[in-house]
């Protein structure tokens, strides 16, 4: 199976990633996490760009705060899909990395997903991955009849707790 590269502009931003992490490895699919700055490192974060495809990739999954480029500078050197988490940092609420990921010029896409949404990111490089991998695609639909489940559960030990009839 391909791997989905992770790649995140600083540490600081793990906490998010490793919901991502846990994600991927509970729907058994492999992945590669690496911390380059599209600002601090940008050669080795373009290198892993460039050689993406060819090391066994599928998908990209980039995390970044602030001025967020990291997406937008793996994405320009792939055709792979990326996918940008905004990252939620001390001022702006992540606004401002929501806007620096998804405000793309055409030519150059970046899936975003919501802020830190690490979950998604990870969810929907699954999703791509499937498209071509049977197994991965049942235990996608597995997982979520499973959560489904879940939610109904909830629904049904609310309503007889809180009701008043
Ligand atoms: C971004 O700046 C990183 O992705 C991080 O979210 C933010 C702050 O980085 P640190 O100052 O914590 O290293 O490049």
Do not use: W
Request: hydrophobic share 50%.
């Amino acid at each position: 199976m391909k791997k989905v590269g992770i790649v995140m502009g600083s540490d600081s931003d793990l906490p998010i990633l490793e919901k991502a992490m846990n994600m991927l490895k509970s729907l058994e699919v492999p992945y590669e996490v690496h911390v380059y700055s599209a600002h601090r490192t940008p050669d080795e974060a373009i290198a892993f760009a460039r050689g993406a495809e060819e090391n066994g990739f599928g998908v990209l999954i980039a995390a970044a705060g602030m001025a967020a480029h990291l997406a937008g500078v793996l994405a320009a050197n792939t055709t792979l899909p990326v996918i940008g988490i905004p990252c939620k940092s001390q001022y702006l609420d992540g606004v401002d990395a929501l806007l620096a990921t998804v405000q793309m010029p055409t030519g150059i896409p970046v899936a975003t997903v919501a802020i830190n949404g690490g979950g998604n990111a990870a969810l929907l490089a699954c999703q791509m991955l499937a498209i071509s991998d049977e197994a991965l695609a049942a235990r996608l639909k597995a997982k979520r009849a499973a959560d489904t489940a879940a939610v109904l559960e909830k629904d049904a030990r609310i309503c007889a707790e809180y009701s008043s009839l």
